[in-house]
């Protein structure tokens, strides 16, 4: 049994060997697939001319369906474009920003406003298992896995659900090595497919208006029917994954991972601003992150303010836990556009 | 839990490995072999194995009842027990909710409006296979072809042995328990060609299968948008997903069965490259045939000798064979057209035919296929109506663009991959059981195949993904 065991585990792990090291062989095969892969090419389409600067909105679902680029440019008098991605957690929004100034879609002097949420890989485990996003099937690379076992293994989390934590992202890991590499078949395949095979494939209404994605203006039957209820729900929702974070954590995966992403777009001349979404019931982490930003002297536009902004919050904008509706996306992009002036007027002074 | 997650290939498989080997002797490695596939089976849902447990109990104590008597009524006493026992419980868990909603249906068209309960009864994954594999010992026993097993362990690894567990092949007991029944030494080339197998396997179920699946679901999806032409491509696609699909897990059984030193059978030989439906029938899903051919078809035949008789037979066995693969109007159509099918061409034998030629052979290859990827859009459609449709679409004279939905990226890859699989089933049909079986002969080059393998498994590997058959 011995030759057999030594030989099929030499074949094994060569091929493992093999198939990891393709990946800096086959670096060129970038562009990710799925959702993100249409806003880039609407991006492309989007971005003449090339001098002006641009405006992004980087974050998860909350971004997508809440931001409508063309309202907030009438108010802002920006040019600016919707980069929000279901289910994008902190690590690859970072990814994203990274490879679309590599390949030169974000420039030197544009704006980057990235939504801070507390998406952490731990909580995604409970959360239903948001690595099948289209985002993470491609792009889930070795940094992206010690990074988050890093979270995992300094989380709060009984030793089990470490070792399920562990188990799944080291499965998602191998399997999302070669689909990085299948990336571009993907994008040419939707190419070339035609709009009614889109339709058909249930994409959404496509991004003609700047990657803005939104709900509907309708409401889910099984939400709750005021404003205070909803909101304690929220709180509960966000409770889940980070109830025990402690400063330790905090300071490992946010502080200095925002501090690096800051140091990064400075070194580019890229302006950052961390944007904190009215719609998380925020909790006592969020807050402290927050905090910390701004004694940091980093922009932060804060929406999550019912005394400033109390428009946002009543349960009639809500599409669903979590996201507004159409008339919801509305005041949010207002809301955000006001304060966005409010933090540029004080940056002239 | 299911061949093609990591949780199988890098946890579940490897430790069951390493635990049979190192076991010293027969009976703990029988032991080994059940509580592993207990647990295989138990990982879909461990409340099912009380069925598992159930089937095997009754059997092996049917069995052993039937050895202590030759008074006939006993025997069909206990046979009509095990019959009940068996096929008792896979009525219900199977047919018993189709058989209600039809009911009702009948019953509201006789004017009686009462609703009837609605249940929702799981399918137990694969009762199918081990129903049949258990009921075959008895009748094998009753049919006096075989003495009744002694040891229970050896029987229970009979029912439950996890590698053909959940979806075949369906294995008769003369062949099988022997097996568990001597004593087993590591082989090397056994091992490899295991290895092999699994491989094998695993490529045409993980990526070839997954490829092919992408057009058809599109298709089937939306009829209204797809082209006749592309509809018939794509049921080629759908018949050669099938094929893989399940061909490929049969294959991985028999790699596993060789890792633990067992000769399975065969399910699939090149069904690709048929021309009739005796071939086709001989080279598809055989162990499911055979154990029709055996325990229905030849003691029937053997008892109403005549023509017409057998004519009769032959249909019967198609409408079980139909009613076997699920709940559903639509398999009993699929096979409906190919008992119409065989009707028409029973008294077409093989020498009369005009094409004896290389090209007459590739012409009725490619017209009984044509047949066999046709009969298969009641194997797929959610309903009649929707197969029916799928018809009318592509004999409508007025959906005749080439390829009206989609575009050629869609069924390009899945295209060279349907051709490439015939190519390899042609040139390796006469030599080999499986394409891989003397992939040595070519030396060193072979690893670059198994590499091209090994990263399409793992790029799409996915245990979202179950089985076709595990539905029936």
Same mark, same amino acid.
């Given at each position: 049994?011995?030759?057999?065991?030594?030989?099929?585990?030499?074949?094994?792990?060569?091929?493992? !060997?093999?198939?990891?090291?393709?990946?800096?062989?086959?670096?060129?095969?970038?562009?990710?697939?799925?959702?993100?892969?249409?806003?880039?090419?609407?991006?492309?389409?989007?971005?003449?001319?090339?001098?002006?600067?641009?405006?992004?909105?980087?974050?998860?679902?909350?971004?997508?369906?809440?931001?409508?680029?063309?309202?907030?440019?009438?108010?802002?008098?920006?040019?600016?474009?919707?980069?929000?991605?279901?289910?994008?957690?902190?690590?690859?929004?970072?990814?994203?920003?990274?490879?679309?100034?590599?390949?030169?879609?974000?420039?030197?002097?544009?704006?980057?406003?990235?939504?801070?949420? #507390?998406?952490?890989?731990?909580?995604?485990?409970?959360?239903?298992?948001?690595?099948?996003?289209?985002? &993470?099937?491609?792009?889930?690379?070795? *940094?992206?896995?010690?990074?988050?076992?890093?979270?995992?293994?300094?989380?709060?989390?009984?030793?089990?659900?470490?070792?399920?934590?562990?188990?799944? +992202?080291? =499965?998602?890991?191998?399997?999302?090595?070669?689909?990085?590499?299948?990336?571009?078949?993907?994008?040419?395949?939707?190419?070339?497919?035609?709009?009614?095979?889109?339709?058909? =494939? @249930?994409?959404?209404?496509?991004?003609?208006?700047?990657?803005?994605?939104?709900?509907?203006?309708?409401?889910?039957?099984?939400?709750?029917?005021?404003? *205070?209820?909803?909101?304690?729900?929220?709180?509960?929702?966000?409770?889940?994954?980070?109830?025990?974070?402690?400063?330790?954590?905090?300071?490992?995966?946010?502080?200095?991972?925002?501090?690096?992403?800051?140091?990064?777009?400075? $070194?580019?001349?890229?302006?950052?601003?961390?944007?904190?979404?009215?719609?998380?019931?925020?909790?006592?982490?969020?807050?402290?992150?927050?905090?910390?930003?701004?004694?940091?002297?980093?922009?932060?536009?804060?929406?999550?303010?019912?005394?400033?902004?109390?428009? !946002?919050?009543?349960?009639?904008?809500?599409? %669903?836990?979590?996201?507004?509706?159409? @008339?919801?996306?509305?005041?949010?992009?207002?809301?955000?556009? @006001?304060?966005?002036?409010?933090?540029?007027? $004080?940056?002239?002074? | 839990?299911?061949?093609?997650?990591?949780?199988?290939?890098? +946890?579940?498989?490897?430790?069951?490995?390493?635990?049979?080997?190192?076991?010293?002797?027969?009976?703990?490695?029988?032991?080994?072999?059940?509580?592993?596939?207990?647990?295989?089976?138990?990982?879909?849902?461990?409340?099912?194995?009380?069925?598992?447990?159930?089937?095997?109990?009754?059997?092996?104590?049917?069995?052993?009842?039937?050895?202590?008597?030759?008074?006939?009524?006993?025997?069909?006493?206990?046979?009509?027990?095990?019959?009940?026992?068996?096929?008792?419980?896979?009525?219900?868990?199977?047919?018993?909710?189709?058989?209600?909603?039809?009911?009702?249906?009948?019953?509201?068209?006789?004017?009686?409006?009462?609703?009837?309960?609605?249940?929702?009864?799981?399918?137990?994954?694969?009762?199918?296979?081990?129903?049949? @594999?258990?009921?075959?010992?008895?009748?094998?026993?009753?049919?006096?072809?075989?003495?009744?097993?002694?040891?229970?362990?050896?029987?229970?690894?009979?029912?439950?042995?996890?590698?053909?567990?959940?979806?075949?092949?369906?294995?008769?007991?003369?062949?099988?328990?022997?097996?568990?029944?001597?004593?087993?030494?590591?082989?090397?080339?056994?091992?490899?060609?295991?290895?092999?197998?699994?491989?094998?396997?695993?490529?045409?179920?993980?990526?070839?299968?997954?490829? +092919?699946?992408?057009?058809?679901?599109?298709?089937?999806? %939306?009829?209204?948008?797809?082209?006749?032409?592309?509809?018939?491509?794509?049921?080629?696609?759908?018949?050669?997903?099938?094929?893989?699909?399940?061909?490929?897990?049969? &294959?991985?059984?028999?790699?596993?069965?060789?890792?633990?030193?067992? $000769? #399975?059978?065969?399910?699939?030989?090149?069904?690709?490259?048929?021309?009739?439906?005796?071939?086709?029938?001989?080279?598809?899903?055989?162990?499911?045939?055979?154990?029709?051919?055996? &325990?229905?078809?030849?003691?029937?035949?053997?008892?109403?000798?005549? $023509?017409?008789?057998? !004519?009769?037979?032959?249909?019967?066995?198609?409408?079980?064979?139909?009613?076997?693969?699920?709940?559903?109007?639509?398999?009993?159509?699929?096979?409906?057209?190919?008992?119409?099918?065989?009707?028409?061409?029973?008294?077409?034998?093989?020498?009369?035919?005009?094409?004896?030629?290389?090209?007459?052979?590739?012409?009725?290859?490619?017209?009984?296929?044509?047949?066999?990827?046709?009969?298969?859009?009641?194997?797929?459609?959610?309903?009649?109506?929707?197969?029916?449709?799928?018809?009318?679409?592509?004999?409508?004279?007025?959906?005749?663009?080439?390829?009206?939905?989609?575009?050629?990226?869609?069924?390009?890859?899945?295209?060279? !991959?349907?051709?490439?699989?015939?190519?390899?089933?042609?040139?390796?049909?006469?030599?080999?059981?499986?394409?891989?079986?003397?992939?040595?002969?070519?030396?060193?080059?072979?690893?670059?195949?198994?590499?091209?393998?090994?990263?399409?498994?793992?790029?799409?590997?996915?245990?979202?993904?179950?089985?076709?058959?595990?539905?029936?």
């Amino acid at each position: 049994m011995k030759p057999f065991l030594l030989k099929i585990s030499a074949v094994l792990i060569a091929f493992s !060997l093999l198939l990891i090291g393709s990946d800096w062989v086959l670096k060129w095969h970038h562009e990710p697939s799925g959702k993100l892969a249409r806003k880039y090419r609407a991006l492309k389409m989007d971005r003449v001319p090339e001098e002006i600067p641009f405006t992004f909105f980087l974050g998860s679902s909350v971004t997508n369906r809440h931001i409508n680029p063309l309202l907030f440019d009438s108010i802002a008098g920006t040019h600016s474009f919707n980069l929000g991605v279901n289910g994008l957690a902190y690590s690859p929004k970072i990814t994203v920003l990274k490879s679309l100034f590599a390949e030169g879609f974000i420039k030197r002097g544009d704006e980057v406003i990235l939504e801070i949420g #507390l998406s952490m890989p731990f909580e995604d485990f409970e959360l239903n298992k948001k690595f099948n996003n289209n985002f &993470y099937r491609y792009f889930y690379t070795g *940094t992206n896995f010690q990074d988050d076992w890093g979270v995992v293994a300094h989380s709060p989390l009984d030793w089990q659900a470490k070792t399920q934590a562990f188990w799944e +992202l080291f =499965c998602f890991y191998l399997n999302s090595r070669c689909k990085y590499h299948h990336a571009i078949e993907n994008i040419w395949k939707e190419q070339n497919q035609s709009r009614k095979v889109k339709s058909a =494939c @249930q994409y959404p209404k496509a991004y003609q208006h700047r990657g803005f994605s939104p709900y509907c203006n309708s409401r889910k039957a099984n939400l709750v029917n005021d404003t *205070t209820t909803l909101y304690a729900e929220l709180r509960k929702y966000v409770k889940r994954g980070t109830k025990l974070m402690t400063q330790d954590s905090l300071r490992i995966y946010y502080y200095m991972p925002y501090e690096r992403i800051s140091q990064w777009c400075c $070194q580019r001349n890229i302006k950052l601003s961390f944007l904190i979404p009215s719609t998380h019931g925020i909790n006592q982490s969020e807050l402290e992150i927050a905090g910390f930003l701004v004694h940091q002297n980093h922009q932060v536009i804060n929406l999550f303010d019912p005394n400033e902004l109390p428009q !946002l919050f009543s349960y009639k904008l809500y599409y %669903n836990f979590g996201h507004y509706n159409y @008339q919801g996306a509305q005041l949010y992009t207002k809301a955000l556009a @006001q304060e966005y002036l409010k933090l540029t007027a $004080q940056n002239k002074k | 839990m299911l061949f093609n997650s990591w949780e199988f290939l890098i +946890l579940f498989l490897p430790l069951v490995f390493a635990l049979y080997w190192m076991a010293k002797n027969r009976v703990v490695q029988n032991w080994i072999l059940v509580l592993s596939s207990w647990y295989f089976y138990g990982y879909w849902d461990w409340r099912f194995l009380g069925l598992l447990l159930f089937s095997s109990f009754l059997d092996y104590s049917i069995g052993r009842e039937l050895g202590k008597t030759s008074v006939a009524w006993k025997r069909k006493l206990l046979l009509a027990l095990s019959f009940s026992g068996n096929i008792g419980v896979l009525i219900y868990f199977k047919y018993f909710g189709f058989f209600l909603d039809n009911l009702e249906i009948v019953l509201q068209k006789l004017g009686f409006a009462h609703a009837l309960p609605n249940l929702s009864i799981i399918l137990p994954l694969g009762i199918s296979f081990y129903t049949f @594999q258990t009921f075959s010992y008895t009748l094998d026993i009753y049919k006096n072809r075989l003495a009744p097993e002694k040891s229970l362990l050896s029987f229970l690894c009979f029912v439950s042995f996890f590698p053909q567990l959940v979806a075949g092949p369906i294995e008769k007991a003369k062949t099988m328990l022997p097996q568990f029944n001597r004593s087993r030494v590591f082989n090397y080339a056994d091992a490899v060609q295991g290895a092999r197998l699994i491989l094998w396997g695993l490529f045409l179920k993980v990526f070839i299968s997954l490829k +092919l699946a992408k057009p058809v679901d599109l298709v089937y999806g %939306n009829l209204d948008e797809a082209g006749g032409p592309l509809l018939i491509l794509v049921q080629f696609f759908f018949y050669a997903q099938l094929y893989c699909d399940f061909a490929g897990y049969s &294959y991985i059984a028999l790699g596993l069965g060789k890792f633990m030193g067992f $000769q #399975l059978s065969y399910n699939f030989k090149y069904p690709l490259l048929s021309n009739n439906l005796q071939k086709f029938w001989s080279s598809w899903h055989i162990t499911l045939n055979q154990w029709f051919r055996d &325990y229905l078809v030849v003691p029937l035949m053997l008892k109403y000798r005549s $023509q017409g008789a057998s !004519l009769l037979i032959i249909q019967l066995n198609l409408l079980l064979i139909g009613v076997w693969h699920g709940a559903n109007w639509t398999f009993i159509a699929c096979f409906g057209l190919i008992s119409i099918y065989y009707l028409i061409k029973c008294g077409d034998h093989e020498s009369r035919r005009p094409f004896k030629k290389l090209g007459g052979t590739v012409v009725s290859i490619l017209t009984f296929q044509l047949f066999i990827a046709a009969h298969m859009v009641f194997f797929r459609s959610k309903n009649i109506g929707h197969a029916l449709d799928y018809f009318k679409s592509i004999l409508d004279p007025n959906n005749l663009t080439p390829l009206k939905l989609g575009s050629y990226p869609l069924i390009l890859l899945p295209l060279l !991959l349907l051709v490439g699989l015939v190519l390899i089933e042609f040139f390796s049909h006469k030599r080999f059981n499986y394409p891989l079986e003397q992939i040595q002969k070519i030396g060193p080059v072979r690893y670059v195949f198994y590499f091209v393998m090994f990263y399409a498994i793992v790029a799409n590997i996915d245990a979202m993904q179950p089985f076709i058959y595990f539905d029936f």
